[in-house]
């Protein structure tokens, strides 16, 4: 039977197999098509056989799956498990060991149902689109002091530092219910754990001082509550180590992906000037916007599980103990699930694309996300109506090398009034 995206894939059906014969490929992430925006192009070719074996960095055989619907039914099996433990990495990842350890306290990514379970339920309430959108006003009040900012530093201006990057720290900052007084200080934290420039010392050193903070802000909250998610939670039977473990793993799920989205989806949205046109003379389109580029650009791939018991997926048996990787990017570019996949299309409707994943892991913050991104771009493109890259695209340096992809700098200009 072909391989039929749009239906539900099959698990325990169809006839085993085992493809060993040849040695299976490693995981491609060579961009080498020239266009920043999308997968290797080896990657999506594999989209015609969904579940295909795979070499791991440290030598391990598991799968690689490429297929949509094949995606979506491996993230929502409880056979397979998100714990980093049962995981192999399948690409080298510089200062992560060869096994990794179990999740921290508090990080619900790398945990399985019961303990995943207690943590989501607690969460998923105060994460609501309805609360999210009551989030707008200070998305667009924090939106605006960092365009007035940087419409002050311009008409040259580094958009990731002044725009991608703070925006959604701000946001982060006011979820978490970090006081005024020391948002600064959470920033600078937080801007050296993601620079790509900064060395493991100095990124060491900082993330030691933000758990260290967040310690000193549950405290603060347990002695004092104030109207955010920390405080709420405070009434919660979770302890102090799992609330700031909680505030960290929201910090590192929610930030770095939002701050990329924004730098690379600008850069995106330059880059295909009838699309900046469409969204700048109908900012009504945001909504839709926002969800065709989280399917084009997918800057968090990929996913990876492990099966803890055997399981028949199209064919393939994969065996208890092996790792499978979700390609995040082959899965929103498969082209019978999304025609015509590789063009920017923000009247695309870009329901059920894999950018905040599937199952019960999907994203928690994948709502505030939305909120964020909603009211960013329209407001970036009506503020600077000339806004264009200050070097030409090909200068852009480019976060290749990172587990969430982006932009490092995106230097932008536009004319003065």
């Known amino acids: 039977m072909p391989y039929d995206p749009t239906a ?32 290797p192009a080896e ?124 925006m959604p720290a701000l946001m982060i900052c006011e979820l978490l219910g970090v006081p005024y007084t020391d948002r600064e200080r959470f920033r600078d934290q937080v801007a050296t754990i993601f620079d790509q420039a900064a060395d493991a010392e100095a990124k060491g050193r900082a993330y030691t001082e933000l758990i260290q903070y967040l310690d000193e ?48 989806g600008t850069f995106a949205l330059l880059s295909n000037p009838d699309q900046l046109a469409a969204l700048r003379a109908d900012p009504e389109l945001a909504g839709q916007a926002v969800e065709e580029l989280l399917r084009h650009l997918s800057v968090a791939d990929p996913l990876v599980r492990s099966a803890l018991e055997d399981v028949e997926v199209e064919g393939r048996l994969i065996r208890a103990g092996e790792t499978v990787t979700v390609s995040v990017q082959a899965g929103n570019r498969d082209p019978r699930k999304f025609p015509d996949p590789d063009r920017l299309d923000i009247h695309r409707r870009a329901t ?12 928690l913050g994948q709502q505030l996300a939305r909120v964020e991104m909603a009211v960013a771009f329209p407001a970036l493109l009506a503020r600077f109506p000339s806004l264009r890259l200050a070097v030409p695209p090909r200068e852009v340096p480019l976060r290749e090398r990172a587990n969430i992809y982006g932009v490092i700098r995106l230097p932008v200009t536009w004319d003065e009034e």
């Not at 969904?50 to 297929?67: E, N, S």
């Not at 009434?235 to 730098?263: C, Q, R, V, Y």
């Open 352 to 363: 059920g694309h894999l950018a905040f994943g599937h199952g019960i892991h999907q994203c």
């Open 8 to 39: 539900p894939a099959a698990i325990n059906a169809g006839t085993t197999t085992d493809d060993t014969a040849q040695e299976p490929p490693t995981l491609p992430t060579d961009r080498h098509t020239g266009c920043p925006f999308d997968p």
């Open 217 to 264: 802000l549950v405290l603060a909250k347990r002695a004092e509550p104030t109207d955010d998610l920390l405080s709420e939670l405070t009434a919660s039977d979770l302890t102090d180590e799992e609330l700031a473990g909680i505030g960290g793993m929201l910090l590192a799920a929610g930030l770095d992906t939002t701050a990329n989205m924004l730098g690379l």
């Open 43 to 166: 990657l999506t070719a594999l989209s015609d056989e969904p579940v295909r074996r795979m070499r791991y960095a440290d030598g391990h055989l598991g799968w690689l799956v490429t297929g949509h619907a094949v995606a979506r039914a491996v993230l929502a099996d409880p056979r397979f498990s998100s714990r980093y433990e049962f995981m192999h990495m399948p690409v080298p990842v510089e200062g992560m060991p060869g096994e990794l350890p179990p999740a921290p306290v508090g990080d619900i990514i790398g945990l399985d149902a019961p303990e995943h379970t207690r943590y989501r339920r607690l969460l998923t309430g105060r994460f609501t689109v309805r609360r999210m959108r009551r989030l707008t006003e200070q998305a667009e009040r924090f939106t605006a002091e960092c365009l007035d900012a940087m419409e002050q530093a311009g008409p040259t201006a580094d958009l990731v530092e002044m725009f991608a990057q703070p």
